[in-house]
T-cell receptor
Framework: GENVEQHPSTLSVQEGDSAVIKCTYS??????FPWYKQELGKGPQLIID?????GEKKDQRIAVTLNKTAKHFSLHITETQPEDSAVYFC?????????????FGKGTMLLVSP | GAVVSQHPSRVICKSGTSVKIECRSL??????MFWYRQFPKKSLMLMAT?????????EQGVEKDKFLINHASLTLSTLTVTSAHPEDSSFYIC???????????FGPGTRLLVL
């Protein structure tokens, strides 16, 4: 089955700095890679996703890059703000005829200090 | 759009009782819903995949008779924790996927405490 490794487990940055979280996956058939943000006591919220036919996707301060050859993808947050502090999860899935399940990384706790 | 609700948000029950958690997709139809369990400071662990109108598919190690899942409509799935014990205390989260999509949208979670 799929295995997703996520690094780092914790990341502390100053407000305004950039933050980068990296994930690797094992199954070359995986073709969908979402990122979720989870605040304390709440459910995960989808913040950005990328499909295997795209190398990069950007949404305001958030961007995701995908390297299919190396089987890794990264989340980039620029101009970080204290409200970006949360746990971020990457995930990978392989979709076939509507069937797919997500395999999650172990999460990265991001702390943005004012 | 793509809002998923869960009810209740938190529940406290006595050991031996059963607890039902509801998961609803509010503005889209979800052929497939997923149930996850999350321990403190840990990642999400998939328990089962629930398909509308058919039996749920349970992950290895998850007792189907312990965690009963019903997906009777395209907008509602329920998880019933039967004969709950303190070790069942956890954060349970559902997600829903649109009928013709691959994105999973998560509910806010249900905190279960079994005394």
């Amino acid at each position: 089955g799929e295995n997703v490794e996520q690094h780092p487990s914790t990341l502390s940055v100053q407000e305004g700095d950039s933050a980068v979280i990296k994930c690797t996956y094992s199954d070359s058939a995986s073709n969908y890679f979402p990122w979720y943000k989870q605040e304390l006591g709440k459910g995960p919220q989808l913040i950005i996703d990328i499909r295997s036919n795209v190398g990069e996707k950007k949404d305001q301060r958030i961007a995701v890059t995908l390297n299919k050859t190396a089987k890794h993808f990264s989340l980039h947050i620029t101009e970080t703000q204290p409200e970006d502090s949360a746990v971020y999860f990457c995930a990978a899935s392989w979709t076939n005829s509507g069937y797919s399940t997500l395999t999650f990384g172990k999460g990265t706790m991001l702390l943005v200090s004012p | 759009g793509a809002v998923v609700s869960q009810h209740p948000s938190r529940v406290i029950c006595k050991s031996g009782t059963s607890v039902k958690i509801e998961c609803r997709s509010l503005d889209f139809q979800a052929t497939t819903m997923f149930w996850y369990r999350q321990f403190p400071k840990k990642s999400l662990m998939l328990m089962a995949t629930s398909n509308e109108g058919s039996k749920a598919t349970y992950e290895q190690g998850v007792e189907k008779d312990k965690f009963l899942i019903n997906h009777a409509s395209l907008t509602l799935s329920t998880l019933t924790v039967t004969s709950a014990h303190p070790e069942d205390s956890s954060f349970y989260i559902c997600s829903a996927r649109e009928s013709y999509g691959e994105t999973q949208y998560f509910g806010p979670g249900t905190r279960l405490l079994v005394l």
